[in-house]
């Protein structure tokens, strides 16, 4: 076995006993698991963190995570990479950056470097916020705020839970049935 780092076609661990099946064991769970040397250039990751990052393993093990996520917010991930490095201490954070996604990522430093796991955190980010804008309506409600004070409330909630960046309004009908009111439409014109 070489100090070279593991490639596509022929991996660190084909031929060591064992780390293939830890490999395959890696493969298996949902959370991505990512292996870094002490220049945080890529060793290894598993099939679920190729999948979180939506990148190949081809195309990322091998490359400097600098090289591998060049965009701008990826740089807070590398601080607290290279905090984790120097102070020889986990870490522990949520990240977004330009992935559609919000990841939990924990990075334990060891001996040659850093290993990273990754963690799909959306659905626990979007129903704590549903949460909080339910709250926030019942609120208003409760203190007896006025109508169109609700109605924007719900609106906002909806809105800020779009997945696709929809805007929202509220027509009421009159008391007679004959016309459409304005309810509430915060965001548009």
């Known amino acids: 076995m070489t100090d070279e780092p593991a490639t596509v076609s022929e991996p660190a661990h084909a ?17 991505g698991f990512v292996a870094l040397d002490g220049d945080l250039t890529i060793l290894w990751l598993n099939a679920a963190a190729s999948r979180l990052v939506q990148r ?16 701008p917010g990826s740089s807070v991930v590398l601080e ?4 984790a490095l120097a102070e020889r201490h986990e870490v522990s954070f949520e990240f977004r950056g330009v992935l559609p996604k919000w990841l939990a990522i924990s990075a334990t430093p060891t001996g040659a470097g850093l290993v990273a796991t990754l963690r799909d955190v959306g659905p626990r980010r979007r129903d704590a916020l549903l949460l909080d804008g339910n709250r926030q309506v019942l609120t208003r409600i409760a203190e007896n705020a006025p109508l169109p004070d609700v109605l924007e409330a719900v609106i906002e909630m909806v809105e800020t839970h779009s997945e696709h960046g929809a805007l929202g309004s509220v027509l009421l009908l009159s008391d007679d049935g004959q016309h459409l009111l304005h309810g509430s439409a915060p965001s548009l014109p």
């Open 15 to 31: 031929d060591v006993p064992g780390l293939a099946r830890l490999a395959e064991l890696l493969d298996a769970v949902p959370d």
């Open 56 to 71: 190949s393993a081809a195309e990322l093990i091998g490359a400097p995570l600098t090289e591998a996520f060049p965009d």
């Open 80 to 83: 607290h990479f290279r905090r």
